[in-house]
């Protein structure tokens, strides 16, 4: 009997509250009666772990349950991953469509119990469809834009809430008492000067809510401002042009005009910075992540090709496959150096440089072996030679 490793996948989003179909007991109970009803005497659908996302968008990219999912699905093997329905894994098309793509490299297949069947690019209407139709989003979105300029004449919001407000029954912003508190600790460690990382540890926040955070200081939002990007379009309705429009809002400031004044200028000042330790910690963090899961951080070396990840948060490899025309060039120059062959006829013999040569003899990962900063791990790719045919070059 075949074992097929599956995983579940079920999302709440927050405006599922009212409806019980949709809580993520449901579709927990029906990801694993699938299971089980799949199951027969050819092939047996075992039921590895259900991932979870609660009060979260299917239009969010970055939820933490479905990436700790594919993760986990690659690590593991996985080859099915079962979920309510199509909408519960991404709700934009375009989205959809990368998502199914990303999965169908690593070797998994998307499993929609309401549609009884795998998913696939054909089901990108109904990711329209399930919003009822195009014309109604057209005149939705028509609607949405006439509120939003009413809103702008009364000095409203017309924005979502950002961290350290909520919404009032009448849809108006008011302080969110402690969520307030974060944001003006962060103002004061601004103006101190103290270094994000030291502020959020000791606040306890994710690094992309404290940018969102001094972002929202820097345009004046926390100073009672409002800031949005008004379009211009020509006569074909095509937009030319975005310019940013700031009003005084009617909501109360957390923080007051001159301290958000000058903790902006200090954040322009500081910004090249900021920015640049932010991209090497950020490429490091990229880099430590493929290493855990033994995928190497450079290009792959001569005898290997990439695979592609083509999400579109960081462009990158999820691994390295064997290259097997290059792979026989790898095999004869590591045989030919074990049997004392000089490195000067062996490069002229496959027409490579000698620091070509040097790389290829000293490269760990012919053997399986991964290395970053002076660690060692076994890959996830295959080996090209033994690690016995490895060590005898390295005495030679």
């Not at 009448?170 to 101190?192: E, F, G, H, M, Y």
């Not at 490899?317 to 000089?342: C, H, P, R, V, Y």
């Amino acid at each position: 009997m075949k074992i097929i490793k599956v995983v579940g996948y079920a999302r709440k989003s927050p405006d599922d509250k009212e409806d019980t179909d949709r809580s993520i007991d449901n579709q927990s109970e029906l990801i694993k009666k699938t299971c089980i009803d799949k199951s027969n005497e050819e092939e047996t659908w075992e039921l590895q772990k259900i991932f979870i996302d609660r009060n979260l968008s299917g239009g969010d990219r970055f939820r933490k349950g479905f990436t700790d999912m594919v993760d986990y699905s690659i690590k593991n093997g996985i080859e099915i991953l079962v979920t309510k329905e199509q909408n519960r894994v991404a709700r934009d098309s375009s989205f959809f469509l990368d998502t199914l793509k990303d999965l169908e490299v690593i070797g998994i297949k998307i499993y929609s119990i309401m549609k009884g069947d795998f998913l696939s690019s054909d089901d990108i209407g109904d990711a329209i469809m399930s919003v009822v139709g195009g014309h109604y989003i057209v005149e939705q979105r028509k609607k949405a834009i006439l509120a939003q300029d009413q809103k702008r004449e009364k000095n409203l919001p017309s924005i979502p809430a950002p961290f350290g407000y909520e919404y009032d029954k009448d849809k108006n912003w008011v302080i969110d008492k402690k969520n307030a508190d974060i944001v003006r600790q962060i103002s004061s460690d601004l103006k101190k000067n103290i270094s994000y990382k030291d502020t959020i540890k000791r606040i306890k926040i994710t690094k992309s809510a404290y940018y969102r955070i001094i972002n929202n200081i820097k345009k004046g939002i926390y100073s009672g401002w409002i800031i949005y990007n008004k379009k211009f379009k020509n006569s074909d309705k095509v937009v030319v042009r975005m310019e940013e429009v700031k009003y005084k809002g009617s909501h109360e400031p957390i923080l007051p005009i001159d301290v958000s004044d000058t903790i902006a200028s200090n954040i322009i000042e500081n910004s090249s910075k900021e920015d640049i330790n932010k991209m090497k910690d950020r490429v490091r963090d990229t880099r430590l992540n493929r290493f855990s899961m033994g995928i190497i951080v450079a290009r792959p070396p001569v005898g290997y090709l990439p695979i592609f990840d083509n999400k579109r948060r960081h462009r990158g490899i999820i691994g390295i496959k064997i290259d097997k025309k290059k792979a026989e060039m790898i095999k004869s120059i590591f045989e030919l150096t074990s049997q004392g062959n000089g490195y000067k006829m062996i490069c002229d013999k496959w027409k490579i440089k000698p620091q070509t040569y040097y790389n290829i003899i000293k490269n760990k990962v012919y053997i399986g072996i991964v290395e970053f900063e002076g660690n060692e791990i076994k890959g996830s790719h295959s080996p090209i030679i033994s690690p016995e045919l490895f060590q005898k070059c390295q005495k030679n």
